[in-house]
């Protein structure tokens, strides 16, 4: 969804919590403590502009990115010393038919190849434990979102965003939040319950 359309039904989506928030109060949810008002504001969060403030990810952001150079200089490292083995090996003046140098030959190349496999295997890793704790920050932010819009009468929470989800480099993230457009919604406004019993009425 783009800024443009987000911003377009953004009117229509706050509309529509109002009518659910007026609902509620005739249509019995979930109840709360006796005599307490229940919640009838409604927020909205930038969830870009929060996770991209938010100090954690900043640091997770600076100890993965130094975990990685760690591991791709060692990486490095053990590359040189195959290039170093490869080339002392070459300048012994082997005969290239003698079976000993090309099986020593062909031990090294056996082992350039499973440097590559390493390479990208820790690549892969890497961009799994990006995405896990990412999106672990991403769950920490909406339950603090959710927290906050309890102790402060919030019945429903939308997201809005800078940039269009496609954009994001995370794409299963992405997804995620792409299909949550209410970040947070008051058990008072869910009607769900008391909907199940009035459709079955009818019959």
């Known amino acids: 969804m783009s800024l443009a359309s987000l911003r377009a039904s953004l009117p229509v989506a706050i509309a529509l919590s109002l009518l659910l928030v007026a609902l509620a109060r005739v249509v019995p949810g979930p109840a709360h403590a006796e005599g ?82 390493l390479v990208e295997l820790k690549k892969v890793e890497f961009q799994e434990k990006s995405h896990r704790t990412t999106e672990e920050l991403y769950n920490a932010l909406v339950k603090r979102i959710g927290d906050y819009a309890r102790a402060n009468g919030f019945a429903l929470v939308f997201k809005v965003l800078d940039i269009p989800e496609e954009t994001f480099s995370d794409k299963a993230l992405a997804k995620k939040i792409d299909s949550k457009e209410i970040l947070f919604h008051d058990a008072s406004i869910d009607i769900t319950d008391a909907m199940i019993k009035l459709v079955n009425a009818d019959r």
């Open 36 to 117: 307490a008002t229940p919640p009838s504001k409604v927020g909205i969060v930038n969830i870009q502009k929060l996770f991209l403030s938010y100090a954690k990810v900043a640091e997770l952001q600076k100890a993965l990115e130094e975990e990685y150079k760690s591991e791709e200089a060692k990486l490095a490292r053990q590359l040189t010393v195959l290039e170093e083995r490869r080339k002392e090996l070459e300048g012994k003046g082997w005969n290239e038919a003698d079976p000993t140098f090309r099986d020593k030959l062909r031990d090294i190349a056996l082992e350039y190849d499973q440097h590559k496999v």
